[in-house]
């Protein structure tokens, strides 16, 4: 099973955070406490993350269609979390949604859009 990750985004400047160990205590930005970010499941053209796996790599593109990557509205990042480890592409502005990983474990891959939120993929 891969690691637990939570995701919070702040209901007021929109800033989004990982967090491994909540340690029982709640996060604050703006002075409002952080909104827990539930993936979402459900398959989506722009978002859901659609993976491709090729001589040892995991190869990873946000939604079958091109999803915008504009300071307004795009796919910040993308995160492969397994049992042993969690990593993280930051995806530039204007640059495509995708993300290359070595594929050795099984785990979760998630496509975070700064608009729309958090989506999820499992393998």
């Known amino acids: 099973m891969p690691k637990k ?4 985004r702040c209901p007021i400047c929109q800033s989004a955070v990982e967090l491994i160990d909540d340690g029982g ?25 659609v993976l491709t796996h090729r001589n040892g790599l995991l190869y990873v593109k ?3 269609k091109a999803h915008p990557q504009s300071e ?3 796919i ?4 492969f979390v397994t049992k042993q480890n969690v990593r993280r592409q930051d995806i530039k502005r204007n640059a495509p949604a995708t993300a290359v990983f070595t594929d050795k474990d099984h785990g979760d891959v998630y496509a975070y859009c700064n608009i729309h939120g958090l989506f999820k993929t499992s393998f």
């Open 62 to 64: 946000a939604g079958t």
């Open 5 to 8: 990750v939570n995701m919070y």
């Open 25 to 49: 205590h709640s996060l604050f930005c703006c002075n409002e406490p952080m909104q827990l970010l539930q993936p979402n499941n459900q398959i989506d053209d722009f978002h859901t993350p």
């Open 72 to 74: 307004e509205h795009r």
């Open 76 to 79: 910040s990042f993308i995160l």
